[in-house]
């Protein structure tokens, strides 16, 4: 990786930043009221910021309910991208989520996204099944994934 990084739990204050990670990264973005209300009301939300001098460059999210984390979000800024940053950010929520009880964790990503699926497969997930018509923009599937943490 090589870059100074750090990571910290995600405030109110970052919000604009992370919309900013949202828009860039996908095509249905989430809202800031999504956000606030994840931050404010979801008491099994979990967020996190990649800062890099200063700037929020990622984020990534995450709902830990009893002994499962699932993710909602993950993110790098395109600039940022193919430096193994999302790797990193990966595996500061799986820190996190064990830290925090969980054993397993789940995701979906779109089946065409082939390196987002690389990524999580080097990092121990495996396929778990198929969501038809999961993305709204355009109905495209989601690979359903999942590892186990212990």
């Known amino acids: 990786m090589g870059m100074d990084i750090q990571f910290r739990s995600m405030t109110l204050n970052d919000i604009d930043a ?29 967020y996190i910021v990649m800062v890099h001098r200063g700037r929020v460059i990622g984020y990534g999210g995450m709902w830990v309910v009893i002994d499962e984390a699932h993710i909602t979000n993950v993110a ?23 830290q925090l009880g969980a054993v397993t964790m789940t995701l979906e990503v779109r089946v065409s996204n082939h390196v987002a699926q690389s990524l999580y497969r080097k990092l121990g997930f495996r396929n778990g099944g198929i969501r038809r018509q999961y993305y709204p923009d355009n109905l495209e599937d989601a690979l359903v994934m999942w590892v186990n943490l212990s």
């Open 18 to 46: 992370v919309l900013q990670v949202e828009r860039a990264s996908f095509t249905t973005p989430w809202s800031r009221e999504a956000f606030y209300n994840e931050l404010v009301h979801n008491r099994y939300a979990k």
């Open 76 to 98: 790098v800024l395109p600039e940022f991208r193919g430096k193994k940053l999302g790797e990193a950010l990966m595996r500061k929520l799986m820190e996190t989520a064990k």
